[in-house]
């Protein structure tokens, strides 16, 4: 089945110890995005690739970077992680052309990261 | 810009007992609306969406959503809830923000437990 898939489900690190979060999709989208969710919290967008454009919300930390290497991939890079960034990490993809029709986001299952 | 009310933050219901999860939106040009399921510790499931024609979209486990334009609403209902249905439910809306580039914004969710 085509789906989206993100690893590890769960991972934990020290404050300060740079981690990667990994997410692959089977669907062949050319938009992934990663979203922040914390407990009790809608998702917030981070940043999102359309092919291979990084496009930054204004508000999100330098501390998070994204790396795209192909269609099918992408990663998540927390260079120094804070207390405050323990939170669940989704990772989306959906197919836009030009005009925007509308196609909704397909979410993987994320990754829930706790710092120590 | 727009934005997403989620007016009920935790709706408790009796099994078998019909809900509606209220979400009214705010945007100044055209949309497209989505309701999403999250159950614990997993990522965001697609329930329906609007994107045009019919007012009155279906879900393929019984649940409903209308869009009314003039209330800038988009409630979701269900005329006999299941204990499986115990989850948190998003609203959100996609609208073009500026040069090329689709946003999905989301409510902050709404708790629903249905109870034995």
């Known amino acids: 089945d085509a789906m989206v898939i993100q690893n590890p489900r769960y991972q934990v690190t020290q404050f300060g110890k740079p981690v990667t979060l990994s997410c692959s999709q089977t669907?062949?989208?050319?938009?992934m995005y990663w979203y922040q969710q914390k407990s009790s919290q809608a998702p917030k967008l981070l940043f999102h690739?359309?092919?291979?454009?990084?496009?930054n919300e204004a508000d999100t930390p330098d501390n998070f970077q994204s790396r795209r290497p192909n269609t099918s991939f992408c990663f998540l890079d927390i260079r120094s992680p804070g207390l405050g960034d323990a939170a669940m990490y989704l990772c989306?993809?959906?197919?836009?052309?030009?005009?925007?029709?509308?196609?909704?986001?397909?979410f993987g299952p994320g990754t829930r990261l706790t710092v120590l | 810009a727009q934005s997403v009310t989620q007016l009920d933050s935790q709706v408790p219901v009796f099994e078998e007992a019909p809900v509606e999860l209220r979400c009214n939106y705010s945007?100044?040009?055209?949309?497209?609306l989505f309701w999403y399921v999250q159950y614990p510790n997993q990522g965001l499931q697609l329930l329906l969406k609007?994107?045009?024609?019919?007012?009155l979209v279906e879900s393929i486990n019984g649940f409903e959503a209308e869009f009314n334009k003039s209330q800038t609403s988009f409630h979701l209902r269900k005329p006999s809830v299941h204990i499986s249905d115990t989850a948190e439910y998003f609203c959100?809306?996609?609208?073009?923000?500026?040069?090329?580039?689709?946003?999905?914004?989301f409510g902050k969710g709404t708790k629903l437990s249905v109870i034995p």
């Open positions: 669907l062949n989208h050319n938009v």
């Open positions: 959100a809306v996609r609208a073009y923000s500026g040069a090329g580039s689709y946003q999905l914004t």
């Open positions: 690739y359309y092919d291979k454009d990084f496009n």
């Open positions: 989306a993809t959906s197919r836009e052309r030009l005009g925007g029709r509308g196609f909704e986001q397909f």
């Open positions: 945007s100044s040009v055209s949309v497209y």
């Open positions: 609007y994107l045009s024609g019919s007012t």
